[in-house]
């Protein structure tokens, strides 16, 4: 079984920059690619980026795109949403998941088969 724990998400003012972590455990991890997304009060869960494991390959949602940053450190098991440049509207609960095998919908939360718990991220104005 695999675990994600997210990490690093806190209160910010407009502009600033933060990074989130999503450390995995488990007995053998090697997702395909791993995601990140979000879930403001009151909407839906919606996609921030993905990367793949193995070859680094990303992909971001519009809304960030220039100002989130995914990465990942294999040796670690661990993957990185650097955020900068953060707007009140980026506010939510930010969640990691992982997806073990292939596929071409990485960016729906239903292609993915572990979830962390998630962190809050909240920007003031």
Sequence with gaps: QVQLVESGGGLVQAGDSLRLSCAASGRTFSPYAMGWFRQAPGKERE???FITWSG????????VKGR??????????TV????????PEDTAVYYCAARAGFSFRLNVGGSYDYWGQGTQVTVSS
């Design 80 to 87: 990185y949403l650097q955020m900068s440049s953060l707007k």
């Design 47 to 49: 996609f921030v980026a």
């Design 68 to 77: 989130f940053t995914i990465s990942r450190d294999n040796a670690k098991n």
């Design 56 to 63: 680094g390959s990303t992909f971001y949602a519009d809304s």
